[in-house]
């Protein structure tokens, strides 16, 4: 049977400002008990309420954040001969693959937005999404910045990063990022109808908040640079399981051993 909600349930709401569940108290919106108890960093100062919250949400204190890409593997990690964490960072290789489709006007930019990325702890990932032509943006732009997305989202602030990429507009973006600037890539629009913050504002949020532990270098792409040719091999994997062209089995696989080999021969 199932439990009628709590008066809490039926009148919190999601922040759309910082996605923590917000409660009317005495004609005003405030963060509910939990949100503050579990978010109190995220928390933001003038509460804008949103969609209605789900039963999880109250209970957890925020709606998440992020959602998945269809095609996606970022838990999986190889082992790496002599890695010790330390004082050193972590170099992590970003790329993305994008191939317009002759029947572009059937899927949204045509073709899946491919990324990857590899990093010298030997944590890597690989994921593919068909983007919403709303959202807008360049798509190759958007994958690069997607591959540096789910890279910091997993890595920091566990780790410290150095972010190794063959984008200049990505290494550009991100310091403007450092140094206060909200810009993002041209046409590139935040408003999600699910209310989420959209995933390039989130990385921009990560970046400030974390500002001294990540840094972006730019490599020319393609001219053997270990973590840049696996992060782009592994972009490419993911295109192949997101058209059906491989099983996600033999993309997992794959995806492996080019990480792997790839951290094999890196010089460290």
Request: aromatic content about 8%.
């Amino acid at each position: 049977m199932t439990q009628p909600e709590t008066t809490v349930e039926l009148h919190a709401r999601i922040c759309l400002n910082c996605c923590l569940v917000t409660v009317a108290e005495d004609g005003n919106w405030r963060h509910s008990a939990e949100a503050l108890l579990n978010f109190a960093d995220d928390a933001c100062d003038e509460p804008l309420p949103g969609r209605k919250a789900r039963p999880r949400d109250v209970w957890f204190g925020r709606a998440p954040l992020v959602k998945n890409d269809p095609y996606m593997d970022d838990t999986d990690s190889v082992e790496v001969t002599g890695w010790q964490q330390g004082d050193q960072p972590v170099l992590v290789g970003t790329d993305c693959s994008y191939r317009q489709r002759r029947d572009a006007d059937r899927q949204p930019y045509g073709g899946p937005i491919c990324w990857g990325y590899v990093a010298t702890n030997g944590a890597y990932g690989f994921g593919a999404t068909f983007m919403p032509r709303r959202i807008g943006g360049d798509p190759v732009s958007n994958g690069e910045m997607r591959a540096v997305f789910w890279a910091v989202r997993r890595l920091v602030p566990r780790h410290r990063v150095v972010l190794l990429t063959d984008s200049q507009d990505t290494v550009e973006l991100i310091e403007e990022w450092r140094t206060g600037s909200t810009r993002m890539p041209r046409g590139y629009t935040v408003q999600r109808a699910s209310e989420r913050p959209a995933k390039l504002e989130l990385l921009r949020r990560n970046v400030v908040k974390h500002f001294e532990l990540i840094t972006v270098r730019w490599v020319r792409g393609h001219t053997g640079h270990p973590l840049n040719e696996g992060a782009d091999a592994l972009a490419k994997f993911a295109g192949l399981w997101a058209t059906k062209r491989v099983s996600k089995e033999a993309a997992k696989a794959d995806a492996r051993r080019t990480a792997a080999a790839v951290l094999q021969r890196f010089p460290g």
